[in-house]
């Protein structure tokens, strides 16, 4: 039980380590004063930059990959006679890490909304599955041009494609795709009103600015 505690906690502390709040500290800004107010990847990308907002997006995916394996190669490796199976410690851990990006407690619990680090998470338990969640979150956005809805769609999916591609201990991966879907869509639940307003930033493929 020890162990599991401290997994979550430690996995809850990356988590908090939030790029986007990060960079600003360094360069003097606050994102979550400007544009859609969230310490994001895509709003960082949006108000400071591709370069900003992609160094964010890796930042935010590789702590997610990170904090599950310092969990097992750290934490777990030497563990016995445990009260669960390791891939349990590992869910709990993953979707700690995610916690901590959204509510971190480094910055008044006013985090992102779990996307990128949950990618990285994704990265970790299967990789595989990944490339088509991917493709789903690219057909979305060309449709409906909602970068929010598209990651929705995206993570709604990989319970799917763990149900029809994963053969080996799918249950928990299914149910842990599950949770994790429902976390994103409660983080994007304000992109959801804003759509239902008519107010959601659409995303342009033209080569003038991204349209409103």
């Known amino acids: 039980m020890f162990e599991l505690a401290l997994s979550i906690l430690v996995s809850y502390l990356i988590g908090s380590l939030n790029s986007s709040l ?5 360069n003097n800004y ?14 960082t990308y949006r108000m400071h930059g ?20 310092l969990a097992e190669s750290l934490i777990l490796s030497g563990l016995h006679n445990p009260l669960f199976d390791i891939e349990i410690y590992l869910y709990f851990s993953a979707l700690s890490v995610v916690i901590g990006h959204c509510y971190p407690l480094w910055f008044q619990f006013k985090g992102g909304k779990g996307a990128a680090t949950g990618l990285g998470i994704f990265l970790y338990f299967e990789p595989f599955l990944v490339a088509p969640s991917l493709l789903v979150w690219m057909l979305s956005l060309v ?43 409660f983080t994007h639940r304000q992109n959801i009103n804003s759509m239902l307003k008519g107010t959601e930033h659409r995303v342009s493929f033209s080569l003038k600015s991204d349209a409103n």
Do not use: M, W, Y
């Open 143 to 185: 449709v409906f041009r909602f970068v929010g809805l598209a990651t929705i769609l995206a993570f709604a999916s990989l319970p799917v494609f763990v149900f029809l591609f994963e053969r080996q201990s799918f249950v928990n991966l299914v149910f842990f795709s599950l949770i994790l879907g429902l976390l994103i869509l």
């Open 50 to 69: 591709r370069i900003h907002g992609t160094i964010v997006f890796c930042f935010d995916c590789f702590k997610g990959f990170f904090a599950i394996i």
């Open 30 to 43: 606050d994102v979550r004063e400007h544009g859609s107010g969230n310490a994001g990847a895509t709003n």
């Open 22 to 26: 990060i960079l600003g500290k360094i």
